[in-house]
C-alpha cells in the first residue's frame, strides 16, 4: 500500500515538474523569439469602440527599440490603449515571476503568470500560447488600477512573431460629463446608461513593418514633452 | 425696397446701440479664448483624466476648434439679448423719437416699411452670428493650433480636423436662423411699443419663461415644448453629435422657420392697423 502511495505521489510530483518546466521553456522560447526583433517601425490603425466615446479611425505610426524603447505618433488626437500596443507582455515577461502551466485545448498552452516583485502593474496574467507556433495567441492580465484586459493577437507572414492585429478589450469607468460644461444642453436627452463600468474594445491593425532598421535613440529622446510624441511607460 | 432698407442700415448704424453687440463679442470671445489659453488644458484633462486610466491621450486638444466651441456654447445664452436691444428698437424706437409721422407722410406703404425695418434688423442679426464666427475661427488662430476637436455631450465626441469646419458652417447657420426668432419676436413686441426698453424686456422675459419650460424636466410642460422655439435653441449642437440626427435638425428648423413666419406676419398685421400718434 506504502509503495502504491509513493508511486502516486511520485507520478504526481513528476508530472507537476513536467509541466512547470513545460512552462518555463515556453516562456523562454518567447523571450527568446521576442528578442530577435531588436527593432522596429510601422504604420498603425486605432479603432477604438467604446460605447461613450465617437472617434474615427486614427492612423499613426510606433517605433520600438530593444529593450524597452517605444514611441507612438500620430497627427491629430488619439486614444492609444496601454495594453496591447506597448508589447507590455515582452516587458511582463522579462521581470520577475512564476509561470504555472495549467492546462490545454486543441489549439494552445494555457498558462499563468504570476508576478514575483511588490511593485509589478498586474495582478496575475493569463497567455493562450500556440501549441505548435509557440507564440501569444491571447492575453488576460488583471490589474488593479484598470481591470481586466484581454488581448488578442493576429499574426500575418512576417518572419517573426510580431502581429499584424491585435484587439484589445477592457473594462472602462462610465464619464460623468459635468452637464454645463460646453453647455450641454441636448434637445432630446438620450437615455444614459447608470451603470459604473462598461466595456471596450480597441483593435490595432499594423502595415508596413520595417524590422531591425536603424532607428536612432534621438527618436525616442526628442519630444518628449512634445504633444505628438508619446513615451508608453508600463 | 432696395432704397428703404439702405435708408434704415444708414439710420441703424449711426446710433451707437448697434455696435454695442459687436464690442461685447469681440470682448467675450478674447476673454474666453485668453482664459483657455491659460487654464484650457488643465481643465480638459480634469473632465477627461478617468480615460488615462485606460488610454495615453496623444495630441492637443485644446486647439481653435474645441475652444470656438467652447465660445459658442457660452456665448448662445447672451446673443439673445444682444440680437432684443437692436431689433426691439427698430420700429419702437422711431415711435419714441417722434418720426414716425414725418416718415409715413412719403409715399410709402406701411408694410414697405415695416418690411425693410424687418429686413435690417434680420440683416443685423446675421451679421452678429458672422462677426461671433470670424471671431472665434479666425481671431482664435493667433492663440490656439488647429486640430481634432473634443466635445462633451451625452458622450465623448473627438472629430478630426478636416472633419470639422462643415459642421461650424451648419451650426452657426442653424444658430443665424435661431436668432432670427429671437430677433423676429423683439420686433413683433417692437410694434406694439412706443419706447425701445418695452420690447427688449418683453421679448427677454418670453425668452427666459420659455427657455425655464424647454428645460424644466416636469411633465406637465412635456406637450407644449415641442412647440417652444426655445427648445430648439441649442439645436445648433446637433451638428457636433455622431451619427447626425437629420429628423431632429429638419424638425428644428421648421419650427424655428414656422416662428419667424408667424411673428413677422403678425408684427405687420399689428404695424398696418396700429393708430399712429407720434
Do not use: C
Not at chain 1, 522560447?29 to 527593432?39: D, E, G, P, R, Y
Not at chain 2, 449711426?14 to 476673454?31: C, D, K, Q, S
Amino acid at each position: 500500500m506504502k509503495s502504491i502511495s509513493f508511486f502516486i505521489i511520485l507520478f504526481i510530483f513528476t508530472q507537476t515538474t513536467k509541466a512547470q518546466n513545460l512552462a518555463d521553456s515556453l516562456i523562454q522560447h518567447i523571450i527568446a523569439s521576442s528578442s530577435k526583433v531588436q527593432s522596429f517601425s510601422a504604420d498603425v490603425e486605432i479603432d477604438v469602440d467604446v460605447d461613450f466615446i465617437r472617434i474615427p479611425v486614427k492612423k499613426g505610426k510606433i517605433f520600438f527599440k530593444s529593450p524597452d524603447k517605444f514611441k507612438f505618433r500620430a497627427t491629430g488626437f488619439a486614444l492609444v490603449p496601454k495594453k496591447g500596443l506597448n508589447f507590455s507582455m515582452q516587458k511582463m515577461l522579462l521581470q520577475p515571476h512564476t509561470a504555472i502551466y495549467v492546462s490545454s485545448d486543441d489549439t494552445n498552452h494555457l498558462i499563468k503568470i504570476v508576478p514575483m516583485t511588490a511593485d509589478a502593474d498586474y495582478v496575475i496574467a493569463s497567455l493562450w500560447i500556440d501549441k505548435n507556433l509557440d507564440r501569444i495567441n491571447k492575453m488576460e492580465v488583471t490589474s488593479p488600477r484598470q481591470g481586466n484586459s484581454l488581448m488578442s493577437f493576429e499574426y500575418g507572414n512576417l518572419p517573426y512573431d510580431l502581429p499584424v492585429s491585435t484587439k484589445v478589450s477592457f473594462d472602462i469607468a462610465q464619464i460623468d460629463i459635468p452637464m454645463q460644461f460646453m453647455g450641454n444642453m441636448a434637445m432630446d436627452k438620450k437615455k444614459k446608461d447608470k451603470s459604473d463600468k462598461t466595456s471596450g474594445n480597441v483593435i490595432l491593425n499594423y502595415s508596413n513593418f520595417k524590422i531591425n532598421g536603424e532607428i536612432p535613440d534621438t527618436l525616442f529622446e526628442e519630444e518628449a514633452a512634445s504633444d505628438s510624441l508619446i513615451i508608453l511607460e508600463n | 425696397m432696395i432704397n428703404l432698407i439702405r435708408i434704415e442700415f444708414l439710420k441703424l448704424f449711426r446710433r451707437g446701440l448697434t455696435y454695442i453687440g459687436f464690442a461685447a463679442i469681440l470682448l467675450i470671445v478674447l476673454v474666453i479664448q485668453v482664459g483657455m489659453y491659460v487654464e484650457g488644458k488643465k481643465l480638459l484633462d480634469f473632465l477627461i483624466k478617468s480615460l488615462s486610466d485606460v488610454f495615453l491621450l496623444e495630441g492637443n486638444l485644446i486647439n481653435i476648434y474645441t475652444v470656438s466651441y467652447i465660445v459658442l456654447t457660452s456665448l448662445w445664452i447672451h446673443i439673445p439679448v444682444l440680437v432684443a436691444i437692436v431689433a426691439g428698437d427698430m420700429v419702437s424706437g422711431e415711435a419714441g423719437r417722434g418720426t414716425f409721422r414725418l416718415l409715413l407722410t412719403r409715399p410709402v406703404s406701411r408694410g414697405k416699411l415695416l418690411t425693410a425695418k424687418y429686413i435690417t434688423a434680420q440683416v443685423y442679426t446675421a451679421m452678429l452670428v458672422v462677426f461671433l464666427a470670424i471671431m472665434s475661427l479666425v481671431i482664435g488662430r493667433f492663440f490656439f493650433p488647429a486640430g481634432d476637436m473634443i466635445v462633451l455631450l451625452e458622450t465623448i465626441n473627438i472629430f478630426d480636423s478636416a472633419d470639422v469646419l462643415w459642421r461650424f458652417g451648419a451650426a452657426y447657420g442653424y444658430g443665424m436662423i435661431s436668432m432670427w426668432v429671437v430677433s423676429g419676436l423683439a420686433f413683433l413686441f417692437s410694434t406694439r411699443a412706443s419706447n425701445s426698453l418695452g420690447p427688449v424686456v418683453a421679448s427677454m422675459s418670453v425668452l427666459i419663461l420659455f427657455m425655464i419650460i424647454s428645460n424644466f424636466s416636469i411633465g406637465i410642460f412635456d406637450p407644449i415644448k415641442p412647440f417652444l422655439f426655445t427648445t430648439y435653441l441649442n439645436g445648433w449642437q446637433l451638428f457636433f453629435d455622431e451619427p447626425l440626427q437629420m429628423d431632429a435638425i429638419v424638425k428644428a428648423v421648421s419650427i424655428m422657420i414656422a416662428h419667424i413666419t408667424i411673428f413677422y406676419l403678425a408684427a405687420w398685421f399689428i404695424f398696418t392697423r396700429k393708430d399712429i400718434q407720434s
